[in-house]
């Protein structure tokens, strides 16, 4: 696609609730990363992914935040048991390549707000 | 123990004057810096970075300016149009500070007509 697609865009659960966000990247993007950006406050990482490999996911909160990309291309962030402080913007980011050196150029996505009750 | 702080939450300036964004980091090991803008209901898109070795880039109407001794780089937007209303992020990587992008907590510009 022409860019970063994320879906749903706005999603509320009641807490205790799982929920699952989808994240089509730009087509021939091997990295993918996930960020959580809560009210006022810039992005935090979340997780990275090269290809179908999960190379870092040191941002994740807790064990109740799972992401996998199975086939190299769509990401899913599930979060398990929502709890409040869940409630932020889940970004979706791809590139090219993720080299070892240059500017980390991102492309994201409109973001996935989830509110939970 | 946030590493790229932008302390300044909003900034307003006419239209046609100079809007002059900071941003303060604390990791020596960050090789480049980047300016991200976001519109409401939109993702960040990238607007200009620098590399750790230069002092300044300039991109038509929007000027980076680093000083690597004082920590601090600065975007510079002249002149500023109403357009340009959004809030700025500044970001870092670097090889050996994980490689990810690392986000301040933005700066929302408001340019009066």
């Known amino acids: 696609g022409a860019g970063v697609s994320q879906s749903p865009r706005y999603k509320v659960a009641k807490r205790g609730q799982d929920v699952a966000l989808r994240c089509d990247p730009i087509?021939?993007?091997?990295?993918l990363f996930w960020y959580q950006q809560a009210l006022g406050q810039g992005p935090e990482f979340l997780t990275y992914?090269?290809?179908?490999?999960?190379?870092?996911k040191s941002g994740l909160p807790s064990d109740r935040f799972f992401a996998e990309r199975p086939e190299g291309s769509v990401s899913t962030l599930k979060i398990q048991r929502t709890q409040q402080e869940d409630s932020a913007v889940y970004l979706c980011?791809?590139?090219?390549?993720?080299?070892?050196?240059?500017?980390?150029?991102?492309?994201f996505g409109a973001g996935s707000r989830l509110t939970v009750l | 123990d946030q590493q790229v702080k932008q302390n300044s939450p909003s900034l307003s300036v006419q239209e046609g004057r100079i809007s002059i964004l900071n941003c303060d980091y604390t990791?020596?090991?960050?090789?480049?810096f980047l300016w991200y803008k976001k519109y409401p209901a939109e993702g960040p898109t990238f607007l200009i970075s620098?590399?750790?070795?230069?002092d300044k880039n300039e991109d038509g109407r929007f000027t980076v300016f680093l000083n690597k001794s004082a920590k601090h780089l600065s975007l510079h937007i002249v002149p500023s149009q109403p357009g340009d209303s959004a809030v700025y992020f500044c970001?870092?990587?670097?090889?050996?500070?994980?490689?990810?992008?690392?986000f301040g907590g933005g700066t929302r510009l408001m340019v009066k007509p």
């Open positions: 992914f090269q290809n179908e490999a999960q190379l870092d």
């Open positions: 620098i590399s750790s070795i230069k």
């Open positions: 087509s021939g993007h091997v990295s």
């Open positions: 970001a870092a990587n670097g090889r050996n500070a994980g490689n990810m992008l690392t």
């Open positions: 980011a791809s590139s090219l390549a993720f080299g070892s050196t240059g500017a980390n150029v991102l492309t």
């Open positions: 990791n020596s090991m960050f090789d480049y």
